[in-house]
C-alpha cells in the first residue's frame, strides 16, 4: 500500500490552466476506473471534485477535469482562479477493499 | 442535511486504546459504505479503513491492521474506530467519511476528531 505520487507543488496565474498528475500502479490506479480527487482549503475538509475518473459532482464548475492514461490520472484545472488555491489529493481503490491517496499538491495562485 | 459528527478523539498514552465514534444524520445510515480517513495536522490525508453498508466487507490501511477495529450499528446510524496499541505517529484528525451508492469515492466528510498519541 504504497501512496499514489503526486507532485509537490504547482502554480500558475489567474486565467492559466494547471495540470496536477496522480501516478499509481497496475494494481490501483491502472486497475480501476475509479480515481477521485479532492480539494482541501485550509482549515476545511475535503471535497470532491472529481470520481470515477473523469466525471463532476453536480455544483463542480467545468474549469475542473480529470483524465486517465495507464497507470497515470491527471486533474486539469483551466481558466484559474484566486479561490483555486488549496490542496488537491488524488484517491484511488486499490482492490481488496482498500483505498490508498496520494501525497496532497500545493496549488499556488500567483 | 447530512451531517457527520464524530467524537471520542482526545490525548492519550503510546499503547492504549481509544474508540471513535461517528453520528450520523440526515440520511438512510444503513444504505452506505463508510470511512476513517486521518490526517496529521498540516501533512496529507492517509485512508484508515472501511466498511460496507452491512458490514460483510472491512478493509484496513497496513499502517492500522491488527491494531484498529472498524465496525457499524446501523440501528444506532453511528460508525466506530476502536483504536488499540496506539502510536506517536497514530496522531491525526480522524474524519468520517461517506460512499454515495454504488460509488467509490467520499462525498460527505465529518469535521474530525483529534486524536493526540503522547506520553
Known amino acids: 500500500q504504497s501512496a499514489l505520487t503526486q507532485p509537490a507543488s504547482v502554480s500558475g496565474s489567474p486565467g492559466q490552466s494547471i495540470t496536477i498528475s496522480c501516478t499509481g500502479t497496475?494494481?490501483?490506479?491502472?486497475?480501476?476506473?475509479?480515481v477521485s480527487w479532492y480539494q482541501q482549503h485550509p482549515g476545511k475538509t475535503p471535497k470532491v471534485m472529481i470520481y470515477?475518473?473523469?466525471k463532476r459532482p453536480s455544483g463542480i464548475s467545468n474549469r475542473f477535469s480529470g483524465s486517465k492514461s495507464g497507470n497515470t490520472a491527471s486533474l486539469t484545472i483551466s481558466g484559474l482562479q484566486a479561490e483555486d488555491e488549496a490542496d488537491y489529493y488524488c484517491?484511488?481503490?486499490?482492490?481488496?477493499?482498500?483505498?490508498?491517496f496520494g501525497g496532497g499538491t500545493k496549488l499556488t495562485v500567483l | 442535511e447530512v451531517q457527520l459528527v464524530e467524537s471520542g478523539g482526545g490525548l492519550v498514552q503510546p499503547g492504549r486504546s481509544l474508540r471513535l465514534s461517528c453520528a450520523a444524520s440526515?440520511?438512510?445510515?444503513?444504505?452506505?459504505?463508510m470511512h476513517w480517513v486521518r490526517q496529521i495536522p498540516g501533512k496529507g490525508l492517509e485512508w484508515v479503513s472501511g466498511?460496507?453498508?452491512?458490514?460483510?466487507?472491512?478493509g484496513y490501511a497496513d499502517s492500522v491492521k491488527g491494531r484498529f477495529t472498524i465496525s457499524r450499528d446501523n440501528a444506532k446510524n453511528s460508525l466506530y474506530l476502536q483504536m488499540n496499541s496506539l502510536r506517536i505517529e497514530d496522531t491525526a484528525f480522524y474524519y468520517c467519511?461517506?460512499?454515495?451508492?454504488?460509488?467509490?469515492?467520499?462525498?460527505?466528510w465529518g469535521q474530525g476528531t483529534l486524536v493526540t498519541v503522547s506520553s
Open positions: 440526515g440520511i438512510n445510515f444503513e444504505d452506505y459504505a
Open positions: 467519511a461517506k460512499v454515495p451508492y454504488g460509488h467509490y469515492f467520499f462525498d460527505y
Open positions: 497496475s494494481s490501483d490506479v491502472g486497475s480501476y476506473k475509479l
Open positions: 484517491c484511488s481503490y486499490a482492490g481488496s477493499s482498500v483505498v490508498i
Open positions: 470515477e475518473d473523469i
Open positions: 466498511i460496507s453498508w452491512n458490514s460483510g466487507t472491512i
